[in-house]
């Protein structure tokens, strides 16, 4: 019987689809991209339903109570302020924690997303 390796927990954190070490590389590189000039708070997740046009729509902030319906835009319509809104803390922590499946980049870009020609770097 062929004897049992225990796991790394970076290993065990990159099967659940996190990040790779080369991943994580890049992050850290670039973490000015993910900390511009905004005091982080932890990780939220805002859910929005627009009630005029009926768009889903989800937006991710590094403060708590920044994004509120009275100062959120149905990306679809335009209308403001006619939303539901729900809010998942995914992290209180104010330091990204790079091996956390609960940062942002784990879930921005969607998986398979096509980086897309109007794009702009400044
Ligand atoms: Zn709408």
């Known amino acids: 019987m062929a004897k049992r ?17 080369e991943e994580a ?28 046009c009926g768009l889903h729509f989800n937006l991710y902030s590094w403060q708590e109570n920044r994004h509120r319906v009275d100062n959120t835009t149905c990306p679809e319509c335009k209308t403001m302020g ?9 992290s209180d922590n104010p330091e990204m924690q790079i091996n956390s499946g609960r940062e942002i ?12 020609s109007d794009s702009r770097e400044d």
């Open 105 to 116: 980049f784990n879930y921005c870009p969607a998986e398979n997303a096509q980086f897309m």
């Open 82 to 90: 006619r939303l539901r809104h729900w809010r998942l803390v995914l």
């Open 5 to 21: 390796k225990k796991k790394n927990p970076e290993r065990v954190e990159m099967e659940k689809g996190i990040l790779s070490p």
């Open 25 to 52: 590389e890049k992050v850290k590189i670039n973490q000015k991209l993910y900390f511009n000039h905004v005091n982080r708070e932890g990780v939220f997740l805002h859910s929005f339903i627009c009630n005029n």
